[in-house]
């Protein structure tokens, strides 16, 4: 069903208010208001009004005045002017400087409020939806501003580190300083392999469906712990991953994936130097149709102040950050996606504990 249009209709004289709801109360939400005042009450406490009906002739405030004065604090409601002929060069006036979308004459017939009602509604959805779409193409700009700089710095900089790698390669003799700049040369293209990794990520959550199955998180577990298996090796932190999984949960497997990589890439990343126990703790717990994770770590740590920024397209947060900031993004729109959410508390130089959840489809 059609959601009911609301409407707020202002007029000095109760008669003309109680007339107007009880004849339009059963097709649309009315609002009535005896004068300006209260009329801006309930514009301030019902945000979704989409037509305001206004008597010109009142006595603290002229119809004209008002709708001119709330077009500047509301600008989304459709304002129309009731008014009889006699004041037809405010009208036109009105019009023209695009504070009244249309008048409607005093005193009116039902057939002329519907009629201006379904013209006005019509305006105000494809204002809205040009609206949306402006705010879309804006998002898409800024975006795409940030792609330019990125791919002029973040790849670039790895490529200049493996040009001059060669260049001096090629100069040397022994193995083993080759080998040494094979070693350079590997870490900046590892760098570039990440970058591409993270840009398909960005592209494939951009269009793909969601494909919904039950997950096993254990399973999950499984798969983690071996993935990192390695980096646990080399860099002894004491990786543990938990789960409390006594019903089923079903949602995107390969979402839910790259959220954790992308939480727990960053957590072997950002660990602090000189910290004798290193640890990452992962605990997935399910209940009541939700699934809460948390990944927690006591590395670098995020500042106050970065902690909303984290999640913005190539944001870093810390000049050891050796990533492209892109991740955290990705983790979020991912989460949009399967209609989660995230929190992060966070204390530099104590460590950083990111709370997901996400519920079951
Ligand atoms: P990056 O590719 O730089 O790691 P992300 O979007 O994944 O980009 O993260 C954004 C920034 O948030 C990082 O540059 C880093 O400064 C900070 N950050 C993310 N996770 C952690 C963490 N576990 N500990 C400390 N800082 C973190």
Redesign the pocket.
Known sequence: MMEKVEILYVDDEVNNLLGFKANFRLDYIIHIASNTKEAEKILAENPNIRIIFCDQRMPDELGVDFLARVRKEYPRPIRILLTAYADMSVVIDAINRGNIFKFVRKPWINEDIISSIEEANKFYIATSLLDVRNEELQKAYDELDKFAYSISHDLRDPLTGVLSAITYALGYDKVKDIHELLKMMQGSILKLDQYIDSLRDYYLLRRGELLLKDIDFNEVANNLREFYQVSVERTQIDFKVEVDQPTNFKSDISLIELIMH?LLS??F??QREGEANKFIHVTIKVAKGIATIEVK?N????PTE?KEE?FKLF????NQ?Q???????NVNTALIKIKGTIQVE?ELGKG?KFTIQIPSK
Do not use: E, Q
Not at 299 to 302: A, K, Q, S
Not at 315 to 318: E, F, G
Not at 323 to 329: I, R, S
């Open positions: 992308n960053n957590a990343k950002y770590d590395g670098i740590g995020i970065a984290i944001y870093r947060a810390s950050s990533g492209m900031g892109f991740g955290l993004y966070s950083t």
